[in-house]
């Protein structure tokens, strides 16, 4: 498995192992949002501001990816859904393992919702795509989450460990999922995925201290880092942010040492 660890050295720090990711694959579910249309410029932002990768379709690699120069992380993402169809939260793979390589992708991605209508299609496809990786030596990055209709609350430690465990049942490298509002409870969920654990960023936030809170807290309780979108390429300061984020990540900063950065 030489090759997938040299990959993985690719989208997380090797002094750490820790991440700093960015999605940038929300042009499918919500179209052209702030942040996602002048992609080479988002992207080199985010580049200079320390993210150790950035996740596309595979359609928007050729328009922006690693073009200011610094070394980033390419996750191509598999999966899609748009906020148009009956029920968004079924996720489709759209893009195979071998198109991912062809690219030069460093890691691929997929998106997994426990309790939706269509789960039982999601687990299969994350199990025949685990299968590819791992034939390939190719890292493989799993978005899963409780959505559905019986879901009362997506940040329940129970069912967000649960999310995590599953990812790491069906041999996920990194598994991404909720941050379940304090240290203790996410403990849980990092103790029962076994595999390394980053968090998502949710909704955009007002406030850039809660943002980096939420790092900092996930770090304490043993998260791997952050895989975070709208947070950062929606940011009035996006070079800022993320070198905020890759400070507390990364170097173990503390929230005031963030914002100062980000001043």
């Known amino acids: ?33 702030e942040g996602l249309v002048d992609m080479k410029k988002t992207i080199d932002m985010i580049s200079q501001g320390g993210a150790t990768g950035v996740v596309l379709h595979k359609g928007i690699v050729q328009y922006g990816h690693r073009s200011f120069g610094h070394d980033i ?24 393992v071998e198109e ?7 890691a691929v991605s997929i998106h997994v919702n426990i309790g939706s209508n269509t789960e039982t299609e999601m687990l299969r496809d994350f199990g025949e795509v685990e299968r590819i990786c791992h034939e390939w030596g190719m890292p493989l990055l799993v978005m899963i ?38 240290i203790d409870s996410f403990k849980e969920v990092v103790k029962g995925a076994l595999a390394p654990v980053v968090i998502a960023g949710g909704p955009k936030m007002d406030s850039d201290e809660r943002l980096l809170q939420m790092v900092k807290d996930s770090i304490e309780a043993g998260g791997k880092g952050v895989s975070i979108g709208r947070n950062v390429f929606q940011h ?8 905020a984020m890759a400070a507390v990540v990364l170097h173990d900063a503390t929230v005031e040492e963030a914002l100062d950065i980000l001043k």
């Open 1 to 33: 498995m030489l090759g997938k660890s040299i990959r993985m050295e690719r989208i997380m720090d090797r002094n750490t192992g820790r991440a700093v990711i960015v999605p940038m694959d929300h042009g499918i579910s919500l179209g052209p949002v």
């Open 73 to 96: 992380g390419l996750i191509v993402h598999l999966s899609a859904s748009t906020s148009l169809g009956s029920d968004p939260n079924d996720k489709v793979i759209v893009t195979t």
């Open 100 to 106: 991912a390589i062809k690219m030069g992708a460093d």
């Open 145 to 182: 989450y409780p959505r559905g209709k019986n879901i009362k609350d997506s940040f329940d430690v129970d069912l967000v460990k649960h999310c995590a465990r599953v990812g790491a049942e069906l041999g996920a490298d990194v598994i991404k999922t909720n941050y379940t509002g304090d």
């Open 236 to 243: 009035r300061n996006v070079v800022g942010i993320t070198k």
